[in-house]
């Protein structure tokens, strides 16, 4: 407003200027006459001006004040309705509600503790009527056979040298390039007969256990050596070796491995020890605690023969585990025993927290086409690869005769 009130107000000077020129030229006036009455006439318009200019300015300050009287207004009503709407919660009596809710809440949990006592009760009783009956969501896991070799024919065989190590490959669908591979123990008999490990692996019990830790170290020895040489030749490969809870929870055997581990730290993350899943739900505390050593040392854990997929794979995947195996009969068969993801969702879920399921047992080519169906990257079986010896490069030229022919 002050730059358009300077304007006005030079405005006037011109026009009182302007008509005391016109007054001398025109008019005859005397020059002071000129000037007095362009000062008259500039003195004028600036007072009619100035006065202009106060009636606008309280006529503002006049709307404002009225303004802040409404918004007064509507704040005192404001307040008003929030005085009689606390004045009528204070006036609730809300002590007896109160008390009435505090009585139906009591009464639904002793009804929820009731329940929860029947349910009790009644699985109780099946479990009592039904001893060998399980969950029908999950499998029973198959019974572990007797081993048919005799024990002391079994430490004869390690004494002489003829545990023969032969491999099974996990495969890449549809690609079936080798990712990896299952070391299996195979025991040389009768000349050169070879039995697999459910043939002569010893119960861990008594002597039994001792030579089971000692098969666990003998295979922890050759897989680290077939790692460190793959690596040396360039093609390094991913080696499943089985290790029992029996080694993992002896201290010596433990330590025995954690020294070959430590001198072998650069090929660590190519072995991954495996043990079967009933196993690992059984695993006792000292057992577990033997597992997190071995995983703080790089290496990976694997679970077999899994006869769910109901887990915490997160909590897995803090553990180490990198690989689950499920069979291919339940896996096609029956998916809602092992999850209740749709089939062709778990492996992509699994996979989200770094672990790979292997689909194993595969018999035909229509389980894999099966398998592709549901997205599954690793499988392994008879249809696709058998278990043999390793490839020549892998293979200890420096053992007895017995081994290179079995290698040959």
Request: aromatic share 4%; with cysteine; net charge negative.
């Amino acid at each position: 407003m002050s730059r358009v009130q300077n304007l006005v107000l030079i405005f006037v000077g011109v026009c009182g200027a302007a008509i005391g020129a016109a007054a001398y030229f025109a008019l005859g006036f005397t020059p002071i006459e000129a000037v007095l009455l362009a000062v008259v006439i500039a003195l004028g318009g600036v007072v009619v001006e100035e006065r202009k200019a106060r009636r606008r300015a309280f006529a503002r300050l006049e709307r404002g004040v009225e303004e802040m009287g409404h918004l007064l207004a509507t704040d005192a009503k404001a307040g008003q309705v929030l005085s009689q709407r606390v004045n009528a919660l204070v006036d609730l009596e809300l002590g007896p509600r109160l008390d009435v809710i505090e009585a139906d809440m009591s009464v639904l949990g002793t009804v929820v503790r009731q329940v929860a006592e029947a349910v009790s009760d009644l699985e109780t009783a099946q479990a009592a009527s039904a001893p060998a009956r399980r969950d029908d969501r999950e499998p029973a896991p198959p019974e572990r056979s007797a081993p048919t070799i005799a024990l002391d024919e079994v430490k004869r065989a390690l004494d002489e040298g003829r545990l023969i190590h032969h491999a099974r490959p996990i495969l890449t669908l549809p690609q079936r390039k080798v990712h990896a591979f299952d070391m299996v123990p195979r025991l040389q008999i009768d000349g050169r007969q070879l039995v697999d490990p459910p043939q002569y692996m010893p119960v861990p019990t008594g002597e039994g256990t001792v030579v089971l830790r000692r098969i666990d170290r003998i295979c922890a020895e050759e897989g680290i050596r077939i790692v460190r040489r793959a690596r040396l030749s360039g093609d390094p490969v991913r080696l499943l070796i089985d290790i029992s809870p029996a080694s993992l929870g002896d201290k010596p055997a433990l330590d025995q491995t954690l020294t070959l581990l430590a001198a072998n730290r650069a090929v660590n993350s190519d072995i991954i020890f495996a043990l079967d899943y009933e196993e690992w739900t059984g695993l006792s505390r000292p057992e577990s605690d033997g597992l997190a050593t071995l995983v703080q040392q790089g290496v990976f854990v694997a679970l077999r023969n899994a006869t769910t997929l109901r887990l915490d794979f997160g909590g897995l995947a803090e553990k180490g585990v990198r690989y689950i195996e499920t069979s291919a009969h339940a896996f096609l068969k029956t998916p809602t025993t092992l999850t209740d993801f749709h089939s062709s969702d778990i492996n992509d879920y699994i996979k989200r927290f770094g672990i790979n399921l292997v689909v194993t047992g595969l018999e035909s080519e229509s389980e894999i086409l099966a398998l592709l169906d549901d997205g599954i990257k690793l499988a392994q079986g008879p249809v696709m690869a058998e278990t043999g010896p390793l490839r020549p490069d892998l293979r200890d030229e420096g053992d007895d005769d017995l081994r290179r022919a079995a290698a040959r």
